[in-house]
């Protein structure tokens, strides 16, 4: 059995948010198929998951020591602050303890690169670069980095359709939320990034919007407060808490909106949309990352928008009869996985 050191930042709970979903997705495929160890600087108690309060290139005689001792087949890194320059100097740093051990980098989201950066850069590249984020592969294909475009995983556990014994109004009474309304959601930090002010003409059209902020979201973020503040006065309504059955929120909506325009405010494919997809729930979204690439119109259960074109696209939804297949995502975990499996295995 191939052994597999996966290093990151965390992997602790809860997973509420699409980096720390994503790690942890790949965590349970990789300590299931493969001999692994997990370096990380917060993360669950168990035998093969290192904690270590390590410095900011985790440059560490811990983790050297852990890398030599272990003796890995690969090292898997995927750093939560994506493909900034220090997440290439740490590669460089894991090189070092890793002698002519394969490394494979997954960085989620493009991060802007100075021209001296993308020069040093070109020097301590990863053997391979794997992302769902088209603008990220085109950076890559620039600096010559050997790379592939690569899918996300969705939990088919936990994200699948409704459940015949459970209804949207069972739902809607143990969230408080109300029962007649046509419901619009989103899932994701509570910033000006995510483009949320778009959702206001919704709310003002008679509609009901419900955002789910994320946990993980910095308590420094800025217009946090403020942007609270200007969505609730129009009468949407943020839950900013971690719910732990998070695909209620998918069940109980009737449309799930992704209006998220910049390139470096969410990951390349957004989970939030696969996990409503899986649930069976119709989705709003902007032409996102690789969204449109994989998905396509998923059985015309996905609906392409410029954000002042989303109340059309509200009123063409209610007026159509959806398609109950979501094969695609079953497709797409299957791609997931050939991926890993063919970068781990050449």
Not at 239 to 257: A, G, P, R, T
Not at 314 to 326: G, L, S
């Amino acid at each position: 059995m191939k052994k597999i050191i996966l290093i990151t930042e965390y992997l602790d709970p809860p997973y509420d948010e699409g980096i720390k979903k994503t790690v942890y997705n790949l965590f349970l495929n990789l300590n299931e198929n493969y001999k692994l160890e997990v370096i990380c600087r917060y993360g669950i108690k168990k035998d093969n998951i290192h904690v270590i309060d390590t410095n900011p290139l985790f440059f560490s005689k811990k983790i050297k020591t852990i890398i030599e001792n272990f003796k890995p087949n690969v090292i898997i890194y995927l750093p939560f602050q994506s493909s900034t320059f220090a997440s290439y100097l740490r590669l460089k740093v894991f090189s070092f303890f890793a002698n002519r051990i394969k490394i494979i980098f997954i960085a989620l989201q493009p991060k802007p690169l100075k021209k001296w950066q993308q020069f040093i850069t070109k020097f301590i590249k990863p053997e391979i670069a794997l992302t769902p984020s088209p603008a990220l592969k085109q950076s890559w294909d620039k600096l010559k980095i050997k790379n592939k475009l690569i899918p996300l995983l969705t939990d088919l556990n936990v994200f699948k359709p409704i459940s015949n014994q459970i209804s949207k109004k069972t739902l809607r009474e143990k969230y408080n939320l109300p029962i007649d309304a046509f419901i619009i959601s989103h899932m994701g930090h509570l910033n000006d990034g995510r483009n949320l002010k778009t959702l206001i003409p919704l709310q003002n059209n008679g509609l009901q919007v419900v955002i789910v902020g994320s946990s993980s979201t910095p308590k420094d973020a800025h217009g946090q407060l403020s942007l609270k503040e200007e969505l609730e006065k129009t009468g949407i309504i943020i839950l900013n808490k971690f719910i732990e059955n998070i695909e209620e929120i998918y069940h109980l909506s009737d449309v799930y909106i992704f209006p998220v325009v910049a390139k470096n405010s969410s990951i390349g494919l957004p989970l939030s949309i696969l996990e409503a997809r899986a649930c069976d729930i119709p989705v709003i979204t902007t032409d996102y990352g690789s969204v449109k690439y994989y998905l396509g119109t998923d059985n015309d259960g996905i609906f392409f928008s410029k954000p002042n074109e989303f109340y059309n696209k509200v009123k063409e939804i209610k007026n159509r009869q959806q398609n109950h297949n979501k094969s695609l995502i079953n497709l797409l975990n299957d791609k997931f996985y050939d991926i890993i499996l063919n970068s781990i295995n050449p």
